[in-house]
């Protein structure tokens, strides 16, 4: 396998083949998933759900997504690494977007960074993308703003939604993004705007007319299991697996099973 870069993704979309990129957040996920040969390892800011068990994205931190991007970097070999800035690490000006962004490359050894956000932003992703970070944009459901959407909602219903999403999608590109993360769009919406922007979408809850796909990692394993949005889809139920083995272990030191002579020094 060979070392993925930015031009390798937008090859992809170029050449007609899919892109595809899963979420980690620590050395033995990412090296799943770099050792299957996946596109893009993301550092999602989904890390405060599914890692540290809280309610939505917003209170996760810049220390918190650098310390986890450290780690998965430590996992990936072949995939293109890319970290998520947590809310209010860019919505507070240019300047801090810029070094942000930065600690993501510097200390995470990131080599994108992935911005949620519509055209209030486009500013942003020009100055990241001039600083020499490249950008993934993320536009549609953007679960930094579940306080405004008032949950996590599909977007892009109404022609208006539609034609916004649209200039968004033609802004970011505009702006210097390399590709564009488009959340819980209608699948016809997302063709569209896969259809309009020369640049890679992948897609999540966006249906199949798109570049690539996205999931979160502990979704598709089965780890995390409070809820699971429609888009996503269980591969493996690795929370039931787990909890069967540590159950067994269980019994056989209650039983005197383990350990045997096997684990045991002579
Ligand atoms: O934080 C995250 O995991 C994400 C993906 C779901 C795109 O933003």
């Known amino acids: 396998m060979k070392k993925k870069t930015i031009q390798d993704i937008l090859k992809k979309k170029a050449d007609?083949?899919?892109?595809?990129?899963?979420?980690?957040?620590?050395?033995?996920?990412?090296?799943?998933?770099?050792?299957?040969?996946?596109?893009?390892?993301?550092?999602?800011?989904?890390?405060?759900?599914?890692?540290q068990?809280?309610?939505n994205t917003l209170p996760v931190t810049m220390d918190e997504m650098v310390y986890h991007t450290r780690l998965a970097k430590r996992g990936v070999t072949n995939a293109?690494?890319?970290?998520?800035m947590p809310y209010m690490s860019y919505q507070t000006g240019v300047y801090d977007a810029l070094r942000n962004a930065g600690r993501f490359i510097k200390e995470g050894g990131a080599?994108?960074?992935?911005?949620?956000g519509g055209l209030e932003i486009a500013h942003t992703v020009e100055a990241l993308t001039r600083a020499e970070i490249p950008v993934m944009a993320h536009i549609g459901l953007t679960p930094q703003a579940v306080h405004r959407m008032g949950g996590f909602k599909i977007q892009g219903r109404t022609e208006e939604a539609a034609n916004r999403l649209i200039a968004e999608a033609k802004g970011m590109e505009s702006a210097g993004a390399f590709?564009?993360?488009?959340?819980?769009?209608?699948?016809?919406?997302?063709?569209?705007?896969?259809?309009?922007?020369?640049?890679?979408?992948?897609?999540?809850?966006?249906?199949?007319?798109?570049?690539g796909q996205v999931l979160v990692l502990y979704d598709l394993l089965g780890i995390?299991?409070?809820?699971?949005?429609?888009?996503?889809?269980?591969?493996a139920h690795l929370k039931e697996e787990g909890i069967k083995a540590i159950r067994q272990f269980k019994e056989e030191v209650e039983k005197g099973i383990f350990p045997s002579e096997d684990q045991s020094f002579k």
Do not use: C, N, W
């Not at 293109?80 to 998520?84: A, F, K, W």
């Not at 080599?111 to 949620?116: D, G």
């Not at 922007?197 to 999540?204: F, K, L, R, Y």
């Open 53 to 55: 068990g809280l309610e």
């Open 179 to 211: 590709a564009i993360v488009l959340e819980a769009v209608p699948m016809e919406l997302a063709k569209r705007i896969t259809e309009i922007v020369s640049i890679p979408t992948i897609g999540i809850g966006a249906g199949p007319h798109v570049d």
């Open 111 to 116: 080599e994108a960074v992935k911005i949620e």
């Open 224 to 235: 995390f299991e409070r809820f699971l949005p429609k888009f996503a889809k269980r591969y």
């Open 16 to 51: 007609g083949q899919k892109i595809t990129m899963l979420t980690a957040y620590d050395y033995p996920f990412a090296r799943m998933v770099d050792e299957a040969d996946i596109d893009m390892v993301l550092v999602g800011d989904s890390v405060a759900m599914v890692v």
């Open 80 to 84: 293109l690494l890319v970290g998520d």
